[in-house]
C-alpha cells in the first residue's frame, strides 16, 4: 500500500505500457510536444469534462471524477463513470475513457481503463467488472472486461512504473513504427540514440575479442 504522497498520476500508466522512456521523458524529466493526435486526444477529453452530470434512463453520469487506489499508487480523473443500477444493491460503477482515433494493437488503452476500475473499486467496496473505451473515429464504445489477466498486467504495470519512478531512471531509446506518431520523437531522437548505443555495443565487443585474441597468441 502506499500513502497518498507517494500516488502518481494515473494517465501516465497509458504513456508507461505504450513506452516506458516516453513515460519517463513527461514524469521523470518533464519533457512534452504536442502534435495532432495529443491536441485532438486533449480537446475530446475537454468535451467530455465540460458536461454537467446527469441521470439518463436510470443511469446517472459523473464526469471528471477524481479517483485512487493506495494499493497501485496512482491517482487520477475518469472522463466519465456511470452508475448502472442493479436488481439488488447499490448502482455498479461502469468507467468510460475516452481516446481519439481507433482501437489499438496493444493494451495500453485497457490498462488505463483497468486502473480505473480497481480505484473505484477499492474507493467505492464495490465490484466493477466492465466498462467502455469512446474512440472518436468509429465514434462507439468498445467494451472492456477486467478479467484476471488484465487485472493482473495492470499492477504489475503500477509497480514497474513506481520502481522506475524511485530510480529516477530514463530508459534508452529503442527505435519502432510507432515511435512515428508520438509526440516526443524530436526529444526522444530513438533513431540517432538507438545508432549510439549499437556503436558503442559494437565497439565494447571488438576491444573484447581483440583482448581475448591477443591473450591467446601470448599462450601459443
Known amino acids: 500500500m502506499y500513502t497518498e504522497s507517494e500516488l ?7 504513456h508507461f505500457a505504450f513506452c516506458e522512456r516516453q513515460w519517463a521523458l513527461i514524469h521523470l524529466e518533464q519533457q512534452w510536444a504536442e502534435n495532432r493526435f495529443t491536441a485532438e486526444g486533449r480537446q475530446l477529453h475537454e468535451r467530455a469534462h465540460e458536461q454537467r452530470d446527469e441521470w ?9 471524477l477524481s479517483i485512487r487506489s493506495l494499493r497501485l499508487g496512482l491517482a487520477g480523473v475518469a472522463d466519465v463513470v ?7 444493491g447499490p448502482p455498479r460503477p461502469f468507467p468510460v475513457e475516452y481516446k481519439r482515433g481507433r482501437p489499438k494493437p496493444d493494451r495500453c488503452d485497457e490498462v488505463q ?9 477499492e474507493m467505492l467496496n464495490a465490484e466493477v467488472p ?9 465514434r462507439r464504445r468498445s467494451e472492456i472486461t477486467f478479467d484476471a489477466s ?6 504489475a504495470l503500477a509497480q514497474r512504473l513506481h520502481a522506475l519512478f524511485s530510480a529516477q531512471a530514463t530508459p534508452a531509446a529503442e527505435y519502432s513504427r510507432k515511435c512515428e506518431k508520438c509526440s516526443l520523437l524530436q526529444i526522444c531522437l530513438p533513431k540517432t540514440a538507438g545508432e549510439r548505443r549499437s556503436a558503442a555495443r559494437y565497439l565494447r565487443r ?14 601459443c
Open 56 to 64: 439518463r434512463e436510470g443511469i446517472r453520469i459523473s464526469r471528471a
Open 113 to 121: 481503463l483497468c486502473a480505473q476500475a480497481m480505484c473505484l473499486e
Open 150 to 155: 488484465l487485472r493482473a498486467e495492470t499492477e
Open 82 to 88: 456511470e452508475f448502472h443500477p442493479q436488481p439488488e
Open 8 to 14: 502518481l498520476p494515473l494517465s501516465g500508466l497509458q
Open 130 to 138: 466492465s466498462g467502455a473505451i469512446f474512440y472518436g473515429q468509429p
Open 206 to 219: 571488438e576491444w573484447s575479442h581483440a583482448i581475448k585474441e591477443g591473450a591467446d597468441t601470448e599462450v
